[in-house]
């Protein structure tokens, strides 16, 4: 009776063993298989400095993250605004997906604060200007006696506001006065060359040439021609019969 009890007991203690080592096995697969299950859900952050939230928004979905923008943009004076320029977590770290990557846009370089530039000339307002980094958005230029020649007479904004650019006014300098040539043909040449010179032209009796009916001396030829407007002290050419 005794025997019989004995070889139940083992028979028994043997099942349970069987029983135990199955049941480790299975728990030492399925926790490899669940790390294996997690770990190939797990991806490698990527680099989104540089990228635009478009570009970065793309980048993700592929990857099954998430992108979110913080409000708050910070200044940079390399990254370009609108791109990224910061990131959590870091390029590189493993992590599972669908997990949200912060990033952080630049706002640009910092505007500089413009200088006063209203009297200096055009070539000197631009050397100060590039050396400061601020761009000439627009120049409009005019001409007028009141200021000197070249010279910057206006400018939006104003000096110590803080701007990426400026617009310019320049002076040019007054308008030269111009004339238009009169019509001397058939008037004695010596006497227009004289009411011409009178005016602040110079004026030159280049040939004479035979010209039937006209008497001697009569303008015949003019260069430039009547009605051309030419400048002062320009020089005006005259042909005259003989």
């Known amino acids: 009776m005794s025997m019989r009890l004995g070889t139940r007991v083992w028979g028994i203690g043997k099942l349970l063993l069987l029983v135990g080592a199955l049941s480790l096995t299975f728990l030492v697969f399925f926790g490899f298989a669940m790390r294996m299950t997690l770990r190939a859900r797990e991806v490698e952050v990527p680099s989104l400095a540089g990228k635009t939230v478009n570009e970065a928004t793309r980048i993700a979905v592929v990857l099954g993250l998430g992108l979110r ?25 493993r ?18 604060i413009v200088p006063a530039l209203v009297g200096q000339t055009d070539r000197t307002a631009r050397i100060r200007l590039d050396q400061d980094g601020i761009e000439v958005v627009s120049m409009t230029e005019v001409r007028s006696p009141d200021y000197p020649a070249d010279a910057v007479v206006a ?3 104003p000096p110590q506001v ?81």
């Open 155 to 157: 400018q939006d904004p």
């Open 95 to 112: 992590t599972r997906q669908q997990r949200t990557v912060r990033v952080w846009i630049s706002a640009g370089a910092r505007a500089k």
């Open 69 to 93: 923008v913080d409000d708050n943009r910070r200044s940079d004076e390399k990254i370009p605004a609108g791109q990224i320029m910061q990131q959590e977590p870091q390029a590189g770290v």
């Open 162 to 242: 803080r701007a990426p650019g400026v617009s310019l006014l320049i002076n040019r300098g007054e308008e030269a006065t111009t004339y238009v040539t009169p019509d001397v043909i058939g008037t004695e040449g010596e006497r227009a060359a004289a009411a011409l010179r009178a005016r602040g032209f110079r004026v030159t009796i280049t040939g004479s040439q035979p010209y039937p009916g006209v008497p001697t001396g009569i303008v015949i030829r003019q260069t430039p021609p009547g009605g051309f407007r030419i400048g002062g002290g320009e020089s005006i050419s005259l042909e005259v019969s003989r």
